[in-house]
């Protein structure tokens, strides 16, 4: 098993780290605040001093990152990986971020010798946890194959799919949140529907589940709007982010997007109303709001 760097160590990178330990590899990890680092080191990994120090050390690199700023600070930025890369390395960049930027960076990473993959993922901190992430991926088949038991560490073998050249696996991650944000909006619309009709929303769901409209987002997070369990695993203010990158890829293309620009706005009222840290099936509220329920 070789080392393997990891850059990111937040709500999911952490886990996807420990699991890349639990599965034998070796890890070098390095993050903004030192005590998620510190975490990891007991639990055996290395410590590394910068993104230049992790490139320096592991010729396979995962970055876990919020935004695509991000991830070009820790590429391209002073004591960034690409100013210490070594030839034939491996980047996986398994952020969500734009497609176009991820098309930029694989070819500078390309040019100083090594290959980069975008390989967005879903399934929440639960999945990071279990190690049973859904992992989109974009980039060359070749590398793709040789990477792909680091990928199946952190994820389920089955979802792990090299879904077509560079920014294939970012395009693929926007059309992901353009489906779980619109069916996440219209379970919240019946949910509401119910519970102003005087109908139990639970036995709602329970009836949907057994049929055609049964789904995973009616499932999971059905389930926390029932509750009103929003404790994050999964942020607002990131999934805000991703319906960014989601109108921006959009308009780039000329696609229509009727359905997703209506959810876009929902997004940012859950943002303007404050509830950024929220777990992002906290749109409900929004719902709910406008419904004039609690």
Do not use: W
Request: hydrophobic content about 45%; proline content about 4%; charged content about 20%.
């Amino acid at each position: 098993m070789h080392t393997i760097g990891f850059i990111g160590l937040g709500l999911m990178g952490k886990p996807m780290a420990r699991n890349l330990l639990k599965r034998g590899y070796g890890v070098v990890a390095h993050n903004r605040s030192r005590a998620a680092v510190d975490e990891l080191v007991a639990a055996g990994a290395g410590a590394a001093s910068s993104p230049a120090d992790v490139a320096r050390r592991a010729q396979t690199i995962v970055t876990m990152l919020p935004d695509g700023p991000d991830v070009e600070q820790v590429l391209e930025g002073s004591g960034g990986v690409f100013s210490a890369m070594q030839r034939g390395a491996v980047i996986i960049d398994m952020s969500t971020i734009s497609p176009a930027i991820a098309q930029r960076l694989a070819a500078r990473a390309h040019e100083l010798g090594g290959s980069m993959l975008d390989a967005p993922v879903s399934g929440g901190e639960i999945g990071a946890v279990n190690a049973t992430l859904s992992i989109m991926v974009g980039g060359d088949e070749d590398t793709f194959a040789a990477v792909k038991p680091v990928l199946d560490a952190m994820g389920n073998p089955e979802r792990v799919l090299r879904v077509g050249g560079s920014g294939a696996g970012q395009l693929c991650k926007v059309c992901n949140q353009m489906v779980i944000g619109g069916t996440l909006s219209v379970v919240a619309e019946a949910f509401a529907l119910a519970v102003k009709a005087g109908v139990d929303p639970a036995l709602v769901r329970e009836a949907l589940l057994g049929g055609f409209a049964s789904s995973r987002v009616l499932d999971v997070h059905g389930e926390r709007i029932l509750k009103r369990n929003y404790t994050p695993g999964f942020r607002s203010k990131l999934y805000a982010k991703d319906y960014r990158i989601a109108a921006e890829t959009l308009r780039e293309h000329g696609a229509p997007s009727p359905v997703t620009s209506v959810v876009h706005d929902l997004v940012n009222r859950l943002i303007d109303s404050g509830r950024g840290e929220e777990d992002y099936s906290a749109l409900a509220k929004v719902i709910f709001d406008m419904a004039g329920l609690e």
